[in-house]
């Protein structure tokens, strides 16, 4: 996991050798931090002046708010957490679960 | 950037009847009322975006729910961003099958007014994406053919799209700055 706070995922090398994985696994951090921020929405949604907001969550707490998402996150980093240990969410509602296949046709 | 550059499509056409874009790994097919636009991948990270940054052709889909839905191979050859590298945040279900979502931001880039291939020089704009981006295994049948950009992606950024109708041509910008009203 440390490879991926040091390197960059635009590589210009990368091709068609980078052999495509089916299944990645969420590591734990951002997944107790993903069900920290989703048991905390509903409260988010009804704080009028978050709305639109970013917010950050490292495990079950919640680190702070910002206006911009890259800053919040550089902040993050700044604190010495790793990408692989935090959320930075927007505050509105939540990305469904499911998508329908009728919106990926071309037809 | 908001207030200096307060449009970032304009007057950009889509067509009547097919059309092709030209791309380095071969001419792509845009169906009739398709709307291009042309995006860049990064990392959440990263504040500014690297000239060689690829563009990467997107259908702007008003009907899909998410913010961007790529086939992992566009991701990996097209738009040189390795999947591995970006922290996945959850999984969501397409058709019974999983789908991960990868924190990540799109970059939409300024057109040429009035043309759908060719830029300004100008900064393309960021688009900070909540919830990161699907990546559809190559394998799913029901992969999306082309990268999707939903609107939902739009809206967190407060942008304002417009479409003409008549000439065939969508608008986005920024929101107005009135410097009169502080």
């Not at chain 1, 440390?2 to 997944?31: C, F, G, H, R």
């Not at chain 2, 979502?101 to 994406?129: K, Q, V």
Request: charged share 20%; glycine share 6%.
């Amino acid at each position: 996991m440390n490879s991926k706070s040091e390197s960059s995922a635009v590589n210009p090398s990368t091709n068609a050798d980078s052999t495509p994985k089916l299944n990645y696994d969420i590591p734990p951090m951002i997944q107790r931090s993903m069900d920290a921020f989703r048991r905390d929405l509903p409260g988010l949604l009804q704080m009028k002046k978050r709305l639109g907001q970013w917010v950050a969550y490292h495990g079950d707490q919640q680190i702070g708010f910002g206006k911009k998402k890259t800053q919040l996150y550089q902040q993050c980093l700044s604190q010495g957490l790793k990408i692989d240990e935090f959320i930075i969410m927007c505050v509105g509602p939540d990305l469904p679960d499911e998508i329908d296949p009728e919106e990926l046709m071309d037809l | 950037m908001e207030s200096s550059v307060p449009h970032i499509l304009r007057q950009l056409p889509f067509f009547r009847q097919p059309t092709q874009v030209r791309f380095p790994g071969g001419p792509v097919s845009i169906k009739a009322y398709q709307i291009i636009v042309w995006i860049s991948v990064t990392e959440s990270t990263q504040s500014q975006l690297e000239p060689t940054t690829p563009r990467v052709p997107a259908i702007l889909d008003t009907g899909h729910t998410h913010n961007l839905s790529i086939r992992e191979e566009q991701l990996m050859q097209w738009a040189r961003v390795n999947p591995r590298l970006l922290p996945p945040l959850r999984r969501i279900r397409v058709s019974g099958q999983q789908v991960t979502l990868f924190e990540a931001n799109i970059w939409l880039h300024p057109n040429r007014y009035g043309m759908r291939d060719e830029f300004t020089p100008g900064p393309p704009y960021s688009l900070e994406l909540g919830g990161g981006i699907a990546v559809f295994p190559d394998t799913m049948s029901i992969a999306p053919r082309l990268p999707l950009v939903g609107v939902r992606s739009l809206v967190q950024a407060k942008l304002h799209l417009s479409l003409d109708g008549r000439n065939c041509r969508v608008s986005i910008r920024t929101k107005r700055h009135f410097w009169f009203l502080g």
